[in-house]
């Protein structure tokens, strides 16, 4: 059916929430982008006049879908080639939604993010509509056609294994880019003693390349080896400017609102790696540099003021 002017803005009115939604559910902008075209594809498709509360319906609809995609993806992700991360989403992109509270701030993180990873579909919808867009659970069991109590079951067993799981510490976006500015420092000395001392003992480095651009499939673990790693990806040289097409800017930012430094050459972001921040030191290091997975960042990156790069590297 032929959607009214107040359909179509319903839906765009939406719109913001839906995607937010999406790419908490499947880690993807690109995918949470098709999953919510999807969704007005069907909106234009029903009697919208017919439909009590559009906003549930929407939702309802939505999440599905992208239950539908997670279950999917384990399969593809099978044969992902090396380790597959997030996409991460640079600070002022709509699509992180909202961030209020400790919650709705900590459900976007990048650790977070890959976290969920581990959980089943259901467990992912549960805790992503709950933690970060406060749905009572009499209306998520309507969205998954579960009961009540088996939401709340669902919900208190996924926000276990998350809180199993992270070490992040909330700290603020100067203190976050002092950190940054330090390893930096430290990781471009050419010694490892200075690195060693601000990462955790069990600090890890993992990096997803896609199999497009070489990163390794295995994760550097424990601090000697995260710095000996971080050490020499610092380290200059020809072919690493060969491999990235040029020398990078390193510029220091916020993704998934946490402290991160990303690469740029010629306009393009070549990577972004975000950091994780426990109480006694750095914890972890997530690169993304799977061009696929880099677009979006580019676009956010090309329209905001970012001022100068802290250094230039490769």
């Known amino acids: 059916m032929a959607l009214t002017r107040d359909d179509v803005d319903r839906f765009e009115a939406a719109r913001p929430r839906l995607e937010a939604i999406a790419y908490r559910l499947l880690g993807s902008a690109s995918e949470a982008e098709d999953a919510v075209q999807e969704t007005f594809l069907r909106w ?3 009697d919208a006049e017919r439909i009590e509360v559009p906003e549930a319906w929407l939702t309802k609809v939505l999440t599905n879908l992208c239950l539908n995609q997670l279950t999917s993806a384990r399969a593809r992700r099978e044969t992902y ?17 909202p961030a209020d509270t400790a919650e709705q701030r900590e459900s976007v993180s990048y650790a977070v993010l890959t976290l969920l990873e581990r959980l089943t579909p259901n467990e992912r919808a549960v805790y992503v509509l709950k933690e970060a867009f406060d749905y009572p659970h009499r209306e998520i069991a309507g969205i998954l056609d579960l009961s009540e109590a088996a939401s709340q079951q669902i919900f208190h067993r996924a926000k276990k294994h998350v809180a199993a799981g ?3 510490t909330e700290i603020d976006e100067a203190a976050a880019r002092r950190i940054v500015e330090e390893f930096l420092a430290a990781a471009t000395s050419g010694r490892t003693e200075p690195l060693v001392r601000l990462l955790t003992a069990d600090a890890i480095a993992v990096g997803d390349g896609g199999g497009k ?32 097409g040029g020398t990078a800017a390193i510029h220091v930012t ?9 690469a740029v050459v010629d306009g393009r972001v070549i990577g972004v790696t975000c950091l994780e921040i426990g109480a006694d030191g750095i914890v972890a290091f997530r690169s993304q540099v799977n061009p696929d997975k880099l677009e979006r960042a580019t676009e956010v990156w090309a329209a905001t003021d970012h001022g100068e790069p802290l250094l230039h590297a490769f």
């Not at 080639?81 to 939604?97: A, I, R």
């Not at 295995?218 to 491999?243: D, H, N, Q, S, T």
Request: overall charge positive.
């Open 44 to 46: 234009q498709g029903t």
């Open 254 to 262: 916020t993704a998934n609102g946490g402290p991160a430094f990303l």
């Open 81 to 97: 080639v090396g380790q597959w991360l997030p996409e991460p989403l640079l600070s002022g992109d709509p699509m992180l939604g």
């Open 213 to 244: 651009v070489p990163a390794r499939a295995k994760a550097f673990e424990g601090a000697l080896a995260v710095a000996k790693f971080m050490r020499g990806l610092f380290k200059p040289g020809p072919a690493k400017r060969a491999v990235v």
């Open 166 to 168: 992270k070490a992040r």
